[in-house]
T-cell receptor, first 115, second 109 residues
Framework: GAVVSQHPSRVICKSGTSVKIECRSLDFQATTMFWYRQFPKQSLMLMATSNEGSKATYEQGVEKDKFLINHASLTLSTLTVTSAHPEDSSFYIC???????????FGQGTRLTVV | GQQVMQIPQYQHVQEGEDFTTYCNSSTTLSNIQWYKQRPGGHPVFLIQLVKSGEVKKQKRLTFQFGEAKKNSSLHITATQTTDVGTYFCAGYNNNDMRFGAGTRLTVKP
């Protein structure tokens, strides 16, 4: 199946710094990428949907100035957590879809810890 | 907007018992997908149902899509310890994909 690579898998950062998470589709063109946040033992919470070349659509309650999403190409989307705080600590997962198949392919996730 | 409800939130079974998780959408779906997330892992696609009333089987797993294409179920027969994890449904309609809250399954050997 299609492969989505997410990097880094784990990151620890200091409060107030910014962290960038990359999501790459390795063998297909991802017209749409989704970013999720998952709290321990809870469901996936959709943060935003991004289409290549256009601005991301953020879900209600998600601060777009804090969670910057860039989908600059058909194989790469990035999520930047700006001015991170301990409450931003979470598991972030991206998923990618092609235009022809609705199945979502997930990255491995990034465990962010803000200290 | 579209909402997908999934129950139960947790299910603990004895190995060998059956398990079922249910999903219900507030809107008619184009398709519904099921994912499994092992502890510490990421969601992995299991199956997609498209047709009204569709039933698909994967070994001990049986997936059903309701006639109205608004609800779905995943049934596991004779659970094994390898079945542990969280099972998510995801309803898809008009380029909008929404996940249910997931059902966390634990299996006691």
């Amino acid at each position: 199946g299609a492969v989505v690579s997410q990097h880094p898998s784990r990151v620890i950062c200091k409060s107030g710094t910014s962290v960038k998470i990359e999501c790459r589709s390795l063998d297909f063109q991802a017209t749409t990428m989704f970013w999720y946040r998952q709290f321990p033992k809870q469901s996936l919470m959709l943060m935003a949907t991004s289409n290549e070349g256009s601005k991301a659509t953020y879900e209600q309650g998600v601060e777009k100035d804090k969670f910057l999403i860039n989908h600059a190409s058909l194989t790469l989307s990035t999520l930047t957590v700006t001015s991170a705080h301990p409450e931003d600590s979470s598991f972030y997962i991206c998923s990618a879809q092609t235009g022809s198949v609705p199945e979502a392919f997930f990255g491995q996730g990034t465990r962010l810890t803000v200290v | 907007g579209q909402q997908v409800m999934q129950i139960p939130q947790y299910q603990h079974v004895q190995e060998g018992e059956d398990f079922t998780t249910y999903c219900n959408s507030s809107t008619t779906l184009s398709n519904i997908q099921w994912y499994k997330q092992r502890p510490g892992g990421h969601p992995v696609f299991l199956i997609q149902l498209v047709k009204s009333g569709e039933v698909k089987k994967q070994k001990r797993l049986t997936f059903q899509f309701g006639e109205a294409k608004k609800n779905s179920s995943l049934h596991i027969t004779a659970t094994q310890t390898t079945d542990v994890g969280t099972y998510f449904c995801a309803g898809y309609n008009n380029n909008d994909m929404r996940f249910g809250a997931g059902t966390r399954l634990t299996v006691k050997p």
